[in-house]
């Protein structure tokens, strides 16, 4: 996929767990207890015959051919319904089925998928995300509990989920209400540098050389000295201090936080822990010191294109985006990176980041994951699912998948889909201009160190409904006041942590925190721990 574009939906995916979110808390809500009987509403006579009658190594030649409606999120590529008409006709005698494949754009995405499920809509499948509408659909009820119909109608899909162990973030009062993708990632952080300035003067800093704050501190100082005038930094400091405070963002965002070490996982403010006041502290002297840019607060723009653009020379940035090959207007350059608190905790990337779901109203759940698990065992189909048809959409290079001659990012007529994401294999994905051979390997192969570690509240959606209006002021606040302290504009750091302190009780923190907690807790009682 095109690396520019992938890297803000890359961002958005890590967001969580390098940055905690402002204003989340109308949307980030907990699952409710759904206790209609969905999956025998779902199965009709017709089917239950049909898997009664049928070998279940081959039950095509039973079933009739029926229609499959998907929604996927961004905007429809011109080749799209050809491809998914070839892929209707190649898997005719395995499937029976035709697709019809739908595109929603990016902002409408959430409230039309919320419509559509309290419409009674009978969709199929859909593409979904902590970080966009899953937990707001599962709150609606909007979700078909899989329990049952995922082992009989998917075992392949079935038995990756259980060997990998991800199932229990995707299930909700005993429900599977989703089906995660099945990539290993990090977004552990690191800090990027241009290098080719600093060997034309003599200053040069030797890789994976910085690994804490004070290191770090040192030596923006010193590369300030050697390229006095050089825009050095633009990043928020959040990443640094969460990581050395081995702190993890709740999915009701607004700055709430537990430790990774606590077993009790007790909530936290993050102005009401040290990591905060040593942000502060660092933002304040980086930003009156010229090194974080005095226009970082109120820029709009890509950070990753301005950092491509050769616009600042010190990025924070995470593993996939230091190892892929990222797009740079300047062939000259040269970066070096380095892996900050490697001895510290950090969780992996939440199997919720990309799913799919089946509709509770689907018209062919039992089909569409007979298709999810042909994807899983079958390379043509995820070669045709993924890139579409060879030589109009995509050609193979070296085993690479290349946009064909004439076509690129801005005109592909099928490469990088939205919604594609959930559909990611690691034991099919072809290397491409930003992804090397074994890339994904290599990724997952990072995430299972030692320190790199799954978090016990991957699963847990906070329902923000009994502190709404606390949570919409404490991320006016968190806008107002909490920002200009992240990036340094304050004339005294100490005082206004202070100041932030206090409005953030007497705007209502603590029963924030109180609810947040129990929230927590139950979920831990309900997972057994």
């Not at 409606?69 to 070839?86: I, L, P, Q, S």
Request: charge should be negative; proline fraction near 5%; include cysteine.
């Amino acid at each position: 996929m095109n690396a520019s574009k992938h890297r803000i939906l890359s961002f958005l995916l890590c967001l969580n767990l390098l940055v905690s979110a402002t204003g989340c808390g109308s949307t980030a809500i907990a699952p409710a207890d759904n206790s209609s009987n969905v999956t025998q509403e779902k199965q009709s006579a017709e089917s239950v015959k049909e898997s009664e009658s049928a070998p279940a190594e081959s039950p095509a030649p039973e079933l009739k051919d029926v229609k499959l409606k998907f929604y996927f999120m961004g905007d429809k590529r011109a080749a799209t319904d050809e491809v998914w008409t070839t892929i209707a006709e190649k898997y005719r005698d395995k499937l029976h089925a035709d697709f019809e494949v739908n595109f929603i754009p990016f902002g409408d995405y959430k409230d039309k998928m919320m419509m559509m499920s309290a419409s009674g809509d009978d969709w199929d499948l859909n593409f979904d995300g902590y970080w966009l509408s899953y937990p707001a659909m599962v709150l609606g009820g909007a979700y078909l509990d899989l329990n049952g119909l995922l082992s009989k109608y998917a075992p392949n899909l079935n038995a990756t989920y259980e060997k990998q162990g991800v199932l229990s973030a995707a299930t909700v009062d005993g429900k599977i209400l989703s089906l995660p993708w099945t990539m290993k990632m990090n977004c552990r952080n690191y800090l990027l540098w241009r290098s080719d300035p600093g060997k034309k003067v003599g200053f040069e800093q030797p890789k994976d050389s910085l690994k804490t704050v004070e290191e770090v501190d040192a030596f923006l100082h010193a590369m300030q000295k050697a390229l006095p005038g050089e825009k050095l930094l633009m990043n928020a400091l959040d990443p640094m201090f969460l990581e050395k405070y081995e702190l993890v963002p709740l999915s009701v965002g607004s700055d709430l936080y537990v430790d990774i070490n606590d077993p009790t996982c007790k909530v936290i403010a993050l102005e009401q822990h040290p990591a905060y006041r040593e942000l502060a502290t660092y933002a304040a002297k980086w930003y009156n010191d010229g090194i974080l840019a005095k226009d970082a607060l109120i820029n709009k723009e890509d950070l990753a294109t301005l950092w491509n653009n050769g616009r600042f020379l010190v990025n924070m940035t995470w593993h996939e985006w230091v190892f892929a090959n990222d797009e740079g207007t300047d062939p000259t350059r040269t970066i070096e990176n380095s892996l900050l608190y490697p001895d510290k905790k950090f969780p992996n990337q939440t199997p919720l980041a990309n799913v799919v779901c089946l509709n509770k109203n689907a018209a062919n759940p039992e089909r569409t994951l007979m298709f999810l698990d042909m994807l899983e065992t079958d390379r043509d189909l995820y070669d045709t699912v993924q890139y579409g048809i060879e030589g109009k959409t995509y050609v193979l290079k070296n085993g690479a998948a290349e946009y064909p001659a004439g076509i690129d990012a801005a005109s592909s007529n099928y490469m990088d889909w939205g919604g594609q994401w959930a559909f990611w294999k690691p034991q099919f994905m072809r290397p491409n201009a930003t992804y090397s051979e074994g890339f994904w390997e290599r990724e997952a192969e990072f995430a299972s160190l030692p320190n790199n570690v799954n978090f016990s509240l991957d699963g847990l959606f906070v329902n923000s409904d009994p502190i709404k209006n606390e949570l919409v002021r404490r991320s006016q606040l968190i806008e107002e006041f909490g920002k200009p302290i992240r990036f340094g504009v304050t004339k005294d750091a100490g005082a206004a942590v202070d100041e932030y302190l206090n409005k953030q009780k007497e705007a209502g923190l603590d029963t924030i925190v109180a609810e947040v907690q129990k929230q927590v807790d139950a979920y831990l009682a309900s997972i057994g721990k």
